[in-house]
């Protein structure tokens, strides 16, 4: 008889915990998964995916508004319907749940809809069963969870993304706490639907860890949009009325809103999982701590995703996966590259990003050149519509090595992946340069930068 019932037992079935176990069943091993909720996770069911089809529902808003100039009429007095959006939304993420199912059983993984708790290094209680099962290696893959301020008085008023995805009707006016990814895209999607939007953060300027560059100019184009930003301030108190919530704020202000979200941060999702019982390990802000095979301070228990809080990215997640299964049971050890990772945000306009900011590269090397161009995008020359497209290059002005590209515009996000790939081969400006333009494009801007750059040299330490 087999010493485990599993060679692995994944708990949580999000992108990271369902790649690692598809991969590690298809290397030959035995595997089980449990998920309490609903197979996808955070990015399929209540995240990237749901979140990008509300974004493209909030942009129409402005399409019908820039039709005009291009000889269109008849679809200004267009009409939205929530309800409608939020359910062809659901049944899309139903396809897509079965759809991650369906790949897990034919991996030949056994599917397990329970709560999972660790209660030593090799044996798991599945909680909707009431049975135990053990494993040789146990892999942890549990994502993460949105922060609110537990002790804001009125906390039990307010709503995170998890709920906005759900809301059965749309709020005519929302206040949005936070100032970063998730915050400033579901700013740009309610107020793409037509809601009185305010943005609230407790920083100088939104998107702090993003070049400065793009975070000034996202600011400025979310406000010619309509969306009222507070810097510096934060929530106080949220009273209920019988209309509405009021939303009081330590400046002073008072803000009357349907909803009131919060979206300050996640946190890895590790309570009740019986993790500190067995000897796993957490860092500083509480993510499992792990090494860069993604093994715990107990060895045979493994975690990736979220819930260690490295690059908390679905795509890193998924790697994170896909290198455990090919290292513990693909006989091939694989280590995940968490550097130059191209991201997006999805804000209207979006920015997609790859490498590292202005300020980082001037920490890290002595002579940095930026190029910077900001224009008005050919499509909005007959919409008439005042938005307009920053691009950067960061540069090592010593080895010409192209060290970070930043994006706002229309496609950033798309321009991003495909700079991912140059970036990581070490590209320089001069193979920029030598590349010829795609034209009419926003994108050929990119490859036409030959103005003299901003030049920083940094002066040796005395
Ligand atoms: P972020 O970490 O991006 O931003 C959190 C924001 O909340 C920051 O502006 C932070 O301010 C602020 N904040 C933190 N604590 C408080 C507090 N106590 N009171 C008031 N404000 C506070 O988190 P998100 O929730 O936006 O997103 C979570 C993660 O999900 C992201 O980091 C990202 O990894 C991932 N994600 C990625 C997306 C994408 O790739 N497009 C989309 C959505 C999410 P400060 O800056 O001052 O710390």
């Not at 979206?263 to 860092?283: K, S």
């Not at 998924?318 to 290292?327: P, V």
């Not at 140059?422 to 009419?440: Q, R, S």
Request: one cysteine or more.
């Amino acid at each position: 008889m087999a010493e485990f019932d599993y060679d692995l037992f994944v708990i949580g079935g999000g992108s990271g915990g369902v790649r690692a176990a598809r991969i590690a069943s298809q290397h030959g091993a035995k595997v089980g998964l449990a998920e309490e909720y609903r197979y996808g996770g955070t990015c399929v069911i209540r995240g990237c995916v749901p979140k990008k089809l509300l974004v493209y529902a909030s942009t129409f808003s402005e399409t019908f508004e820039d039709a005009a100039g291009y000889g269109w009429s008849g679809v200004d007095n267009a009409s939205f319907d929530w309800p409608t959006l939020i359910a062809n939304k659901d049944r899309e993420l139903d396809r897509l749940e079965g759809a991650y199912l369906r790949n897990l059983e034919g991996a030949g993984v056994t599917a397990i809809r329970s709560r999972a708790v660790l209660e030593s290094a090799h044996r798991v209680f599945l909680e909707a069963e009431d049975r135990h099962v053990t494993a040789k290696t146990v892999l942890i893959a549990t994502g993460g969870t949105p922060n609110v301020d537990a002790t804001l008085p009125g906390v039990e008023h307010v709503i995170t993304s998890n709920e906005a995805f759900h809301l059965e009707r749309f709020p005519e006016r929302i206040a949005i706490a936070g100032g970063g990814y998730i915050a400033v895209e579901f700013a740009c999607i309610f107020n793409g639907l037509g809601a009185e939007t305010t943005l609230i953060y407790r920083g100088d300027e939104i998107l702090r860890g993003f070049d400065d560059d793009m975070r000034t100019a996202l600011h400025a184009e979310m406000e010619r949009k309509g969306i009222k930003i507070i810097c510096g301030d934060v929530f106080s108190k949220i009273e209920k009325t019988d209309a509405c919530l009021m939303g009081h704020t330590r400046a002073g202000h008072v803000l009357a809103a349907d909803q009131i979200m919060f979206a300050i941060g996640r946190r890895p999702n590790t309570d009740g999982l019986g993790l500190e019982a067995v000897g796993v390990e957490f860092d500083a802000s509480g993510a499992i701590k792990v090494d860069e095979w993604s093994q715990t301070s107990v060895p045979s228990i493994y975690a990736v995703g979220d819930v260690t809080n490295r690059i908390n990215l679905t795509p890193v997640a998924i790697r994170e996966g896909h290198a455990f299964a090919d290292t513990v049971f693909g006989g091939r050890p694989v280590k995940v590259d968490h550097r130059t990772v191209a991201s997006a945000v999805f804000s209207q306009p979006e920015i997609g990003t790859v490498g590292l900011t202005e300020a980082e590269a001037r920490a890290a090397v002595r002579v940095v050149d930026v190029y910077k161009t900001a224009f008005r995008p050919m499509f909005h020359t007959l919409s008439g519509r005042e938005e307009r497209m920053v691009m950067k290059l960061v540069v090592d002005g010593e080895s010409d090595q192209v060290l970070g590209v930043h994006i706002l515009g229309h496609a950033a996000a798309e321009m991003a992946q495909i700079l991912g790939i140059l970036l990581k081969k070490g590209v320089t400006k001069a193979e920029f340069d030598a590349t010829i333009a795609v034209h009419p494009t926003a994108a050929e801007e990119l490859v036409t930068m030959r103005q003299a750059p901003v030049r920083y040299v940094r002066e040796a330490a005395e």
